[in-house]
């Protein structure tokens, strides 16, 4: 089985080289060209039809996305080329190669009403331009007719790549006060999580018959169980690090609202993902968020 890996080197797609390994050769890339000539650039139409043409995949698992929710305010156009218009590309040419396109979305693609946990099917109303432009790439690939399995996930953190628990541990070392969002509520999942999840997805998928593949096509949830707020689960970054031995210098952190904190994009205050369905369709189990926290915290402290 060949497998092509878009965005390589972001907080999920490195975490997606080591996971995919047992499944099949895996042709990793960016947005580079590598030593064989393969370039994975996602806006580049011409190089990204040679390389379906050069390593005939089976299964594309595209990693890469334009993530900078603030800067998708005033980068309308970059973060729909991305998010959207290469997303269509991509299940143009998965179609044409009948391979299946395992895709990534967001909690972004809701307005963050109520405080019930979000259903797959429940309707998208983005109240910022990366959740419009990642819902806009969402429905090309209902429309295009490809084969896919988009994964939506929340809060990603991993020990690759810049995220809220190097942040929190950056300014918990540099700073005495701080104030943190308290009421935005969602899950933090790691990027570890979600490539060893997408890992069993498909192993699962080619175990099963073509009319089951058929019924498991769609959308999914995908985040640990039990949720937090940023406020929440900063103090709980900061209690672990200095049971891991951090020396902190932060004193005092208090809880501020999202008005507290004007943003160039406006974040959901609901966040939570209801992940029964994949848990129901692929028989997996989710770990709650802290274990994931957890052992990244592990990882950054003792490994510096
Ligand atoms: P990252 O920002 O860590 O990685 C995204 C990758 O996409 C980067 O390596 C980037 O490369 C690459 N990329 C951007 N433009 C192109 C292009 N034109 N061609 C090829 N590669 C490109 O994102 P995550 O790993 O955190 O996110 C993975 C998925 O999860 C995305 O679909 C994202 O929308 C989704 N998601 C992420 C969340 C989060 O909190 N981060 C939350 C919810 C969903 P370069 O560095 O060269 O720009």
């Avoid at 899950?187 to 699962?204: K, M």
Wanted: with cysteine; net charge neutral; glycine share 6%.
């Amino acid at each position: 089985m060949n497998i092509l890996l878009l965005g390589k080197d972001g907080q999920v797609g490195w975490e997606l080289q080591r996971a995919l390994q047992p499944l099949g050769k895996v042709f990793a890339l960016n947005r580079h060209s590598d030593a064989s000539g393969l370039c994975g650039d996602l806006s580049n139409y011409d190089a990204i039809a040679s390389l379906f043409k050069k390593t005939s995949p089976n299964i594309v698992v595209n990693a890469a996305a334009y993530t900078a929710v603030d800067k998708a305010e005033s980068e309308r156009t970059e973060a729909d080329v991305i998010n959207h218009l290469a997303v269509e590309n991509l299940a143009k040419l998965c179609k044409n190669y009948q391979a299946l396109l395992i895709h990534y979305s967001t909690d972004y693609v809701f307005d963050g009403s109520g405080d019930t946990p979000w259903l797959e099917n429940d309707d998208s109303y983005p109240i910022n331009y990366y959740g419009k432009s990642k819902r806009a790439g969402e429905l090309v690939l209902e429309q295009t007719g490809v084969k896919f399995i988009n994964l939506r996930t929340s809060w990603v953190y991993g020990t690759y790549g810049n995220n809220f628990i190097k942040t929190m541990l950056n300014l918990a070392t540099s700073k005495t006060q701080l104030s943190v969002i308290s009421d935005q509520v969602g899950a933090p999942t790691g990027a570890s999580l979600i490539a060893d999840v997408t890992a069993q997805v498909i192993r699962y998928y080619n175990l099963q018959s073509n009319a089951r593949c058929q019924e498991l096509h769609g959308h999914y949830h995908l985040a640990p169980t039990g949720s937090c707020s940023w406020f929440e689960y900063a103090n709980f970054i900061f209690n672990n690090a200095k049971e891991l031995g951090e020396v902190l210098t932060l004193e005092d952190v208090s809880a501020i609202t999202t008005e507290q904190y004007p943003t160039p994009a406006k974040r959901p205050h609901n966040s939570r993902l209801n992940t029964q369905k994949l848990q129901t369709q692929f028989n997996l189990h989710l770990p709650h968020w802290q274990q994931g926290v957890t052992y990244v915290l592990k990882e950054l402290i003792h490994g510096k």
